[in-house]
């Protein structure tokens, strides 16, 4: 062996270098110092939120030319420490899938297939069966005369993604309007 490869030993490096606790370069082989993070290119990073459960681990999403290139965990979140779980760690697919649906699909009733809808029409639709559902399903009082004013035309089931701020303005939404059957993701 010659001289050179054995001042290359992490040992040697450790006591003779500027790493005397081996945490870093000193026990860093070449394979490894020659590499460069996935991250390195990407031309932007934002903080996230993993949009698939209730634990709302914090992200960092970088993107390149446009499009999300990697996703991975944020050390500075007090939630999740800059961990994962698969499902969360996986979510770049959630952008990047060439099966994502980008539009609003709707096949009508007895049809074969589904069509696009635009936004407007969509939200029309909604509300049109919304208010037909409520007045056809209206209950002013009970059998004994009791009152009730609500409706079990509709009912809501909130998902887990769900915030605060959402899950309160869904409550009053669909109180305001008579309903009682309102649920959510998280507790069932
Ligand atoms: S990373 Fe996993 S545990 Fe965290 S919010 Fe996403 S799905 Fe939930």
Redesign the pocket.
Request: with cysteine; proline share 0%; glycine share 16%.
């Given at each position: 062996m010659d001289t050179r490869t054995l001042l290359q030993w992490p040992i040697i490096r450790q006591l003779t270098g500027d790493d005397p606790f081996g945490r870093g370069n000193a026990v860093t082989s070449e394979a490894t110092a020659s590499m460069t993070p996935r991250t390195a290119d990407a031309d932007s990073v934002a903080n996230s939120v993993?949009p698939?459960?209730a634990?709302?681990?914090a992200q960092l999403v970088y993107g390149k030319d446009g499009r999300v290139m990697h996703v991975e965990g944020d050390a500075n979140s007090p939630v999740?420490r800059g961990r994962?779980?698969p499902?969360?760690?996986a979510s770049e697919q959630l952008g990047n899938s060439p099966l994502r649906q980008t539009t609003i699909r709707y096949r009508a009733p007895y049809a074969t297939e589904w069509t696009d809808l635009d936004y407007d029409t969509a939200l029309d639709m909604i509300a049109d069966r919304v208010l037909e559902a409520r007045r056809n399903h209206w209950e002013d009082a009970d059998d004994e005369g009791n009152t009730l004013r609500r409706t079990m035309g509709f009912a809501s089931l909130g998902g887990a993604t769900l915030d605060n701020e959402e899950n309160y303005l869904i409550k009053k939404l669909f109180t305001a309007a008579g309903a009682v059957q309102l649920e959510n993701q998280a507790r069932i």
């Open positions: 993993c698939y459960c634990v709302g681990c999740s994962l779980c499902k969360g760690a």
